[in-house]
């Protein structure tokens, strides 16, 4: 059986196809990063328009790496929530065309599930149950994983995502997007102490969430007091960018992988699984494999090339082809994550 999954989600064109086996027989990915460099960050408009240029033949050169042609395929996968509306409609309106042309079944993929599906991929065997945590541009969750398919929400991010809150900060610091490589090799020439930033909500043992916006504001303040300062006019030595960055990327650290550990001990699990972009950051990576030691917990983090966006991580729609879990043809995008939190 050939699935091809389809991820339009953000800012990223991207299509694989992959055996019941979870056999990756083509993958590729056009990355948007040079059209939203200059605004640091991504602009929706011009992520979709980009979208719907490079759909195609995304799909194209992705059908030609495998071998195989459209008649070859046995469904059609997509990522229809979260993202930005605009992107998702481009993903799944040629998923729906090609599904329909092809009679082939449609599979929805939740994008944040698929990035902890891409840690079950890496490892090659069952990982599940974990409690699962994607850090990303525009997530920071925590769920309850008891199966595959089976995901429940049990903390999230109150306010900003620690992949924007990189972002930001590195574009405060006049560092080149995406932010979150630029504020690691930084950072590794600063002093992480040389800064006290805030952990927000970390004390808090009651509670899963993540808060990062006031981390984004002492940064913020610290850089150049309140008010809007032209930040390309300030003139920071390299040291001080160094010391900042360091001093940023540890108190993000210090909450992910607190609020990590606390979820696994609230759930009475011993597996953790990490996905998302942020979690190609190296440090972050470091202090969850020390952590996971000290506990004896079993941590499975994405490999690098799975960290960003990509389609091969939409083979979680295997597992939901194997359930008979189809959609049909009016399936449509949800932009916004579900909230609702079980409570433990």
Same mark, same amino acid.
């Given at each position: ?65 495998? =071998? /195989?042609?459209? @008649?070859?395929?046995? %469904?059609? *996968?997509?990522?229809?929530? #979260? ?5 998702? &409609? ?123 916006? =006031? /981390?984004?504001? @002492?940064?913020?303040? %610290?850089? *150049?007091?309140?008010?809007? #300062? ?5 003139? &920071? ?108």
């Amino acid at each position: 059986m050939n699935i091809l999954a389809i991820e339009t989600s953000c800012d990223e064109t991207a299509a694989a196809i992959i055996t019941d086996d979870l056999e990756v027989l083509a993958s590729v990915v056009a990355s948007q990063d040079k059209l939203h460099e200059r605004f640091g960050g991504v602009v929706p408009e011009i992520a979709s328009r980009a979208h719907v240029q490079r759909i195609l033949p995304v799909i194209e050169e992705t059908l030609r790496r495998a =071998g /195989l042609a459209l @008649a070859d395929l046995d %469904a059609v *996968a997509v990522a229809n929530t #979260p993202g930005l509306a605009g992107s998702l &409609l481009v993903g799944l309106s040629a998923a729906k065309a090609l599904a329909l042309a092809l009679e082939v079944p449609l599979i929805a993929v939740n994008h944040l599930q698929a990035h902890i599906y891409a840690c079950r991929l890496a490892a090659g065997r069952d990982v599940f149950p974990c409690v699962g945590m994607i850090v990303s541009g525009g997530h920071t969750s925590l769920y309850r994983c008891a199966g595959p398919i089976d995901f429940e929400l049990i903390g999230a991010t109150i306010d900003d995502a620690a992949g924007e809150a990189f972002d930001k900060v590195a574009s405060m610091l006049g560092l080149k997007y995406p932010g979150g490589p630029s504020i690691q090799r930084a950072a590794e020439h600063g002093n992480p102490s040389a800064w006290r930033f805030p952990r927000a909500l970390l004390k808090d043992k009651s509670r899963l969430d993540f808060s990062f916006s =006031g /981390l984004k504001t @002492a940064v913020r303040y %610290a850089i *150049a007091g309140p008010g809007r #300062p032209d930040f390309s006019a300030l003139n &920071l030595s390299e040291q001080e960018v160094s010391d900042l960055a360091a001093g940023f990327q540890q108190a993000v650290i210090d909450c992910l992988a607190g609020k990590a550990f606390l979820a696994l001990e609230k759930t009475g699990m011993k597996r953790l699984c990490v996905g998302g972009g942020v979690a190609a950051n190296g440090p972050l990576r470091a202090r969850l494999e020390a952590d996971a030691r000290r506990w004896g917990v079993e941590l499975f983090v994405a490999p690098l090339e799975l960290c960003t966006d990509n389609a091969v991580m939409g083979a979680i729609a295997v597992e939901r082809f194997k359930a008979g879990k189809f959609e049909p043809l009016d399936l449509d995008v949800r932009p916004g994550v579900v909230r609702k939190k079980a409570t433990l």
